[in-house]
């Protein structure tokens, strides 16, 4: 099960589908502007076609993680993988904003059954002193689908229109679907023979709904009774599942093991401060500078292709030095990255967006390898894939949040209109309120990461419940 072949098929696997799914997440940040103008939509609701994505993601995310544990770790995955190809498919064809959102969805449903399976495949392959390496190699082929995705995504934009961003990602989808079927034989059910909780996953699925569509329509009453039901529901899914006997999601993981509740925490943070950077600096790209996608595009090249490059050095370092020394350093340097958006105006030079996002980057390839190998090592085997899923949870979460906290403070300064010259000064007052928060909300994770403390292998911990 570990032989070489094995793991050299796994690492590919996993690579294709990080990079597809990372290039699909960021691309459409450069075609957004492009969309708005050929549907005449506002800011909020072409938000929705990032929110929505998401959205489906976070909902299916821990019962996909769950099921894959329990019916096989191959065969979601490769469901995932001929979902995600179709529904690229309809994303390219749609004729509205509308239909664009609803086949967001539904390729938001192929790729939570990616992400829930492909970290869990990696961890199940490699053993704990080459798992730090390979979740770095993967982690490269996720930043260099997002260092691709501004460029290629803006040549695309501009030469051959929005729709092309899609399409682009079907070959390689194709090829995922091809090899999965070819190649890889075990299914690594190790959870095979639970139930999986329905209960708990509606709970969840309609609670983050309630909550992220409640965020959307403050400050309306009606957005804040959503906001208070979905924190409520969040509130009554994790007492279910404190007595329930099989958890979608073992809250106990969280309770009793320090070093896995507060790398996830980090975790959350992380995304929150920095997902929402490319939509917004996108937008203020071509909306306040002109520039053209294609030309935006080779701007925030510099962030993911950073990330890409170091990466695979963190990755190997964190087998050697503690998570918590090189996290914390990461997010100390996504915090001093974010520090000049602060200021951001018409007049900010082009240099500095540069030199902000490329320092982010540096800041993320040091916290997100060694932060997952912390979450992965922290776990018994048999928790692999709900602890996949719960580590892709907060980064989905986070990117929720992220985009949450955009949409609330353009709704606030801006409403449901679109940006025009006219409102272009309130458009710049809103992007200096949210880089002020995101600074903050990354301060916070420092101290979360700095309070992890040593991370046990699963052998020593005592806070772990039994397999």
């Known amino acids: 099960m570990q032989g070489s072949t094995h793991k050299s098929i796994a690492l590919i696997i996993a690579c294709l589908s990080s990079f597809s799914n990372a290039f699909m997440t960021t691309a459409i940040n450069i075609a957004l502007p492009s969309i708005g103008r050929e549907f005449a939509v506002d800011t909020i609701l072409l938000s929705w076609a990032v929110t929505s994505y998401l959205l489906t993601i976070t909902m299916l995310l821990v019962p996909l993680g769950k099921a894959a544990d329990i019916y096989g770790r191959k065969k979601l995955f490769l469901y995932g993988s001929i979902i995600f190809t179709l529904a ?4 390219a064809i749609s004729p509205s904003i509308t239909l664009l959102i609803i086949f967001r969805v539904i390729q938001g449903c192929g790729a939570a059954l990616l992400m829930g399976t492909a970290v869990a495949i990696l961890s199940s392959v490699f053993p704990p002193g080459e798992r730090g390496r ?21 040549i695309l934009t501009q030469q051959f229109g929005w729709r092309s961003v899609f399409l682009v990602t079907v070959p390689l989808s194709l090829l995922l679907v091809i090899l999965v079927i070819w190649k890889v034989k075990e299914e690594w059910a190790d959870a095979k023979g639970e139930k999986l909780d329905y209960t708990g996953s509606l709970i969840y699925g309609f609670s983050l709904t309630a909550l ?44 009793r093991n320090k070093a896995f509740a507060l790398s996830n925490l980090a975790a959350l943070t992380n995304y929150t401060a920095t997902y929402a950077l490319s939509f917004l600096l996108s937008l203020y790209l071509q909306f306040i500078k002109g520039l053209d996608p294609q030309s935006a595009g080779f701007v925030l090249v510099s962030q993911p292709l950073i990330v890409a490059l170091v990466s695979p050095f963190t990755g190997k370092l964190s ?3 503690e998570a918590r020394v090189l996290a914390s350093w990461g997010l100390g340097f996504i915090a001093a990255g974010l520090v000049p958006l602060v200021f951001i105006s018409t007049r900010t030079p082009l240099f500095i967006i ?9 800041g993320l390839a040091f916290f997100v390898s060694p932060n997952t190998n912390a979450i992965m090592s922290s776990v018994q085997r048999n928790y692999y894939g709900v602890a996949s899923a719960a580590l892709n949870t907060m980064r989905l ?31 710049l007052a809103s992007l200096r309120t949210i880089f002020i928060i995101f600074a903050l909300v990354c301060s916070g994770g420092i101290m979360a990461s ?10 020593e911990s005592p806070l772990l419940p039994p397999s």
């Open 134 to 154: 390979a979740l770095g190699i993967s982690l490269a082929a996720t930043y260099i689908g997002l260092s691709a995705a501004p460029s290629l995504g803006g």
């Open 354 to 362: 540069v030199a902000s996002t490329m320092i982010i980057g540096l």
């Open 212 to 255: 992220i569509y409640g965020l959307t329509l403050v400050p309306q009453m009606w957005g804040t009774w959503l906001i208070i039901s979905g924190l409520a529901g969040l509130l009554l899914f994790i007492h279910w599942e404190m007595k329930v006997i099989n958890p979608v999601l073992n809250v106990r993981l969280f309770s």
């Open 319 to 321: 087998e050697k030095v």
């Open 397 to 427: 979460t986070g990117q929720l949040f992220s985009m949450s906290i955009a949409m609330v403070i353009f709704a606030l300064n801006i409403g449901q209109a679109q940006i025009t010259p006219e409102n272009h000064h309130l458009f």
């Open 450 to 459: 700095v309070a992890r403390g040593k991370v046990n292998s699963p052998a």
């Open 88 to 91: 690229s498919l309809l994303c």
